[in-house]
């Protein structure tokens, strides 16, 4: 079982930034390493289904972004700390929601994906007023 715990979301202004932040543990794998893991952060505003927003390749050489946040979100982790991050510029109120960390294991080292994560986190709120 993968644990994953988001933080840094919180209420700011349109325009404002943020940095979520994701811890990753493994509490019944033997020797966890964050590195086996593609990881990749969804939202959900209310009334809305969740959706991704970013994705990060195992040893995060390569990213890919909802076409929505290209240019203004950056996604990063650290395996040595086991965490993954996703920076958000010039925030909007549409971007009001819970976000989530997840985690997918079994991916080759490249892929990015997108969709069917293993392992989910609680979710951060991120609330923007205008």
């Known amino acids: 079982q993968v644990q994953l715990v988001e933080s840094g979301g919180r209420s700011v202004q349109a325009g404002g930034s943020l940095r979520l932040s994701c811890a990753a543990s493994?509490?019944?794998?033997?020797?966890?390493?964050?590195?086996?893991?593609?990881m990749g952060w969804f939202r959900q505003a209310p009334g809305k289904e969740r959706e991704f927003v970013a994705a990060i390749s195992r040893i995060g050489d390569r990213t890919y972004y909802t076409d929505s946040v290209k240019g203004r979100f950056t996604v990063s982790r650290d395996n040595a700390k086991n965490t993954a991050d996703l920076q958000m510029n010039g925030l909007q109120p549409d971007h009001t929601a819970v976000h989530y960390c997840a985690a997918k294991q079994r991916v080759g080292l490249t892929e990015i994906p997108v969709s069917d994560y293993d392992y989910w986190g609680q979710g951060t709120q991120v609330t923007v007023s205008s």
């Open positions: 493994g509490r019944t794998f033997h020797n966890f390493a964050m590195e086996w893991f593609a």
